[in-house]
């Protein structure tokens, strides 16, 4: 079992900035991939952005140039540091930890953009 704590999420107006945390603990693989998704009223959950053990990452074009997921290891910890929010980016944003084992979710942690 993975446990997923997240924090970070908030209120912010339009071009702000804010930083998500996901630490991650339980019975860690040291090969995984942690990472967030977001899902707004209505429409389906989506990527936002992922990163291995190893370092890859991968970015939902939509965030591309303004958004940033960074790790560390040591502390089995994601970060997401947002910056130019967008009122589109208003969702709940899911921690997301998976391993060759099975896949983990954080309880979700909302981010409301005010235009």
């Known amino acids: 079992q993975v446990q997923?704590?997240?924090s970070g999420?908030?209120?912010v107006q339009a071009?702000?900035?804010l930083r998500l945390s996901c630490a991650a603990?339980?019975?860690i693989f040291?090969?995984?991939v942690m990472g967030w998704?977001?899902?707004a009223p209505g429409k389906q959950r989506e990527?936002?952005?992922r990163i291995t053990s190893g370092g890859r990452i991968i970015y939902a074009d939509s965030v591309k140039d303004r958004f940033t997921i960074s790790r560390d290891n040591a502390k089995n910890t994601v970060y997401l540091q947002m910056n130019s929010l967008k009122p589109e980016d208003t969702?709940?944003?899911y921690c997301i930890y998976s391993s060759d084992e099975a896949a983990y979710w954080g309880q979700g942690t909302q981010v409301t953009v005010s235009s």
């Open 37 to 39: 998704y977001r899902q």
């Open 9 to 11: 999420g908030g209120l």
């Open 15 to 17: 071009g702000g900035s």
């Open 25 to 27: 603990s339980g019975s």
């Open 91 to 93: 969702a709940v944003y």
């Open 47 to 49: 990527l936002v952005a």
């Open 4 to 6: 997923l704590v997240e």
């Open 30 to 32: 040291s090969a995984n």
